[in-house]
T-cell receptor
Framework: GQSLEQPSEVTAVEGAIVQINCTYQTSGFYGLSWYQQHDGGAPTFLSYNALDGLEETGRFSSFLSRSDSYGYLLLQELQMKDSASYFC?????????????FGSGTRLQVQP | DGGITQSPKYLFRKEGQNVTLSCEQNLNHDAMYWYRQDPGQGLRLIYYSQIVNDFQKGDIAEGYSVSREKKESFPLTVTSAQKNPTAFYLCASIGRSNTGELFFGEGSRLTVL
């Protein structure tokens, strides 16, 4: 089967940097994605890592280590609007299907 | 603009009733998915379809049914057999490029009274 673990909550102050970790167990791994979801809304795509290393997109960066089955999302220069839930998701062919399996999410609260 | 449209946004149902949630996309995507989200939880896969006239069960398919008669449409029926149907339902699609990017509709919030 597949499983993902990420912290349930993280709190940080405006302007700070926060890192949200994600560890996963799966076979047939394709890549690791990150999504942001504000309360009541739908998830929106942030980033995707298929290869080891760091991908940077503006204030957000995502890292993957395939050998460690580990990744993280790095948010810099935090803003109040970054308060949301963040989900890591594994893309795999574990059961012969092409689908994403999501973690339980990390709720980020940004304080003034 | 291209995207995924889900309807209705809010739905109330009495116990024992079936209800169908609509999902339409104009992104020309082959693969479509239905996820369920409970408060404070992640997304769990109900059903998915990788091509017209074909669909597969996900992790929590019991009490749900789907059809895929057209590429653009992937409706989900929540049947009376689903024991705890109150949840937020999300439809999504993905293109052929392997970027891991799911495109989501705005969701349908179902409440069973």
């Amino acid at each position: 089967g597949q499983s993902l673990e990420q912290p349930s909550e993280v709190t940080a102050v405006e302007g700070a940097i926060v890192q949200i970790n994600c560890t996963y167990q799966t076979s047939g791994f394709y890549g690791l994605s990150w999504y942001q979801q504000h309360d009541g809304g739908a998830p929106t795509f942030l980033s995707y890592n298929a290869l080891d290393g760091l991908e940077e997109t503006g204030r957000f960066s995502s890292f993957l280590s395939r050998s460690d089955s580990y990744g993280y999302l790095l948010l810099q220069e935090l803003q109040m609007k970054d308060s949301a839930s963040y989900f890591c998701a594994v893309s795999s062919m574990d059961t012969g299907r092409r689908a994403l399996t999501f973690g339980s999410g990390t709720r980020l609260q940004v304080q003034p | 603009d291209g995207g995924i449209t889900q309807s209705p946004k809010y739905l109330f149902r009495k116990e024992g009733q079936n209800v169908t949630l609509s999902c339409e996309q104009n992104l020309n995507h082959d693969a479509m998915y239905w996820y369920r989200q409970d408060p404070g939880q992640g997304l769990r896969l109900i059903y998915y379809s990788q091509i017209v006239n074909d669909f597969q069960k996900g992790d929590i398919a019991e009490g749900y049914s789907v059809s895929r008669e057209k590429k653009e449409s992937f409706p989900l029926t929540v049947t009376s057999a689903q024991k705890n149907p109150t949840a937020f339902y999300l439809c999504a699609s993905i293109g052929r490029s392997n970027t891991g990017e799911l495109f989501f509709g705005e969701g349908s919030r179902l409440t069973v009274l």
